[in-house]
């Protein structure tokens, strides 16, 4: 089961990609994962891609493509995979299906976490991120268990550049600009599925697994 989540920064996406993993036991893809791990491993895709990191320049789609490509033939994405946070813009998405094609594989379903930009403004305020591990924590709905310290390694974390209400609103405008256009791509193609991201976090997991037949 090959599965793309999409939505809008900070619409629980993320969250209901690591559950869906779970529970059908097939890897969560993330780009950002993906970059560490070749950049830790010192691989070549790994160095190209640090260099643009270390100038604060987005990876090329060609060269994160290329990523993503490398890490979906692993061993443990002969099931399936969850892939959060990409494709990112329509270049992104023909780029995987072309990839994907090579493979004789194809994307199963797009699933859209459906969630007002009002909504995300006032979510995103209260994210908070370790910035050692990458744990990520939300004051109301996922607090850390001692206030201001990470559960997991016990680093301090903090609001995000990244989450702040001005930097949100600008994400956004990204989003609808270059992203929100993979929903008429993605439905094109027959895949889509949305999701009310309104609700509770159990209940849009419950929609979600209707979709994919449990």
């Known amino acids: 089961m090959k599965i793309i989540m999409l939505g809008a920064p900070g619409a629980g996406k993320g969250t209901q990609a690591k559950q869906i993993a779970e529970k059908y036991r097939i890897p969560h893809i993330s780009t950002g994962d993906i970059f560490r791990a070749n950049i830790k491993d010192g691989t070549e895709l790994g160095k190209k891609a640090k260099e643009y990191m270390d100038q604060g320049l987005l990876v090329p789609d060609e060269l994160t493509v290329a990523l993503v490509a490398d890490r979906i033939v692993e061993e443990d994405c002969r099931d399936g995979f969850v892939l959060d946070g990409f494709p990112r813009t329509i270049p992104q998405a023909k780029a995987l299906d072309a990839a994907l094609e090579k493979m004789g ?12 930009d009002e909504s995300i403004i006032n979510r995103m305020s209260g994210r908070r991120a370790c910035l050692n591990c990458g744990a990520t924590y939300h004051i109301v709905s996922i607090p850390t268990k001692e206030e201001g310290i990470c559960d997991k390694c016990k680093n301090p974390v903090v609001l995000r550049d990244d989450d702040k209400p001005e930097t949100v609103q600008k994400r956004l405008g990204v989003y609808h600009e270059q992203t929100q256009p993979l929903i008429e791509y993605y439905s094109g193609q027959g895949i889509l599925r949305s999701v009310d991201g309104m609700r509770n976090m159990q209940d849009v997991f419950e929609d979600i697994v209707r979709i994919l037949g449990a």
């Open 105 to 116: 594989e194809k994307i199963d379903f797009a699933i859209d976490v459906d969630v007002s």
